[in-house]
């Protein structure tokens, strides 16, 4: 399964861009690459998920190179409360229909005033 | 509302006690998953299921059983076996046909020793 390397912490200011990278190496032929949030005491939240190329919602912008071995979540113009730990998922069990994930330590995302 | 319900929010656990924690949904979503987080760390897995009457172990299931005699309810018991039971537990579930698909969390329990 792809393992993936991520910062452990960063740190912003409110009304800027964050970007997050996210290394996966090994990443296969079929598999997605997914961002979860956690707050606190609190079960992970999806954020995005994409393919290749590039993907927009209203939350976040994701960004897959064409060789797929990293991705970059983008968030816009940050505030207090995107505080958080975003993690990078990649891969599943192969030879199983099921979307198991794998969660790394994450990256610490600290928004300051 | 739908979603996934953990109940209790926090629970004690006696030395050589088992104790159960319950996790349903009303997703009607088929797969259902245990994890557990330590403090400063990422969700390991502990079981999982994808369809009614089968599960399957995850990364660090000694210690632990699990039922899914319902397709809504995944629940958890944390047996004497297990020597270092103290974690934040979280369920989640997911359609469970592909490995693009998304995982629902619920608020977790944080189980603590007496």
């Known amino acids: 399964l792809a393992k993936t390397t991520q910062p452990i912490s960063m740190d912003s200011y409110e009304g800027q861009e964050v970007n997050i990278t996210c290394s996966h190496n090994?990443?296969?032929?079929?598999?997605?690459i997914t961002w979860y949030q956690q707050f606190p005491s609190q079960g992970p939240r999806f954020i995005i998920q994409?393919?290749?190329t590039k993907v927009t919602n209203e939350v976040a912008s994701l960004f897959i190179p064409a060789d797929r071995k990293s991705s970059t979540l983008s968030l816009p113009r940050v505030s207090l409360s995107d505080t958080a730990v975003y993690y990078c998922l990649v891969g599943h069990d192969r030879g199983s229909t099921l979307g198991r994930l794998y969660f790394g330590r994450g990256t610490q995302l600290t928004v300051w005033p | 509302d739908g979603g996934i319900t953990q109940s209790p929010k926090y629970l004690f656990r006696k030395e050589g006690q088992n104790v159960t924690l319950s996790c349903e949904q009303n997703?009607?979503?088929?797969?259902m998953y245990w994890y557990r987080q330590d403090p400063g760390q990422g969700l390991r897995l502990i079981y999982y299921s994808q369809i009614v009457n089968d599960f399957q172990k995850g990364d660090i299931a000694e210690g632990y059983s699990v039922s899914r005699e319902k397709k809504e309810s995944f629940p958890l018991t944390v047996t004497s076996a297990q020597k270092n039971p103290t974690a934040f537990y979280l369920c989640?579930?997911?359609?469970?046909?592909?490995?693009?698909?998304?995982?629902?969390f619920g608020p977790g329990t944080r189980l603590l020793v007496l």
């Open positions: 090994n990443i296969a032929t079929n598999d997605y």
């Open positions: 997703l009607n979503h088929d797969a």
């Open positions: 994409g393919y290749k």
């Open positions: 989640a579930s997911s359609i469970g046909r592909g490995h693009e698909e998304t995982q629902y």
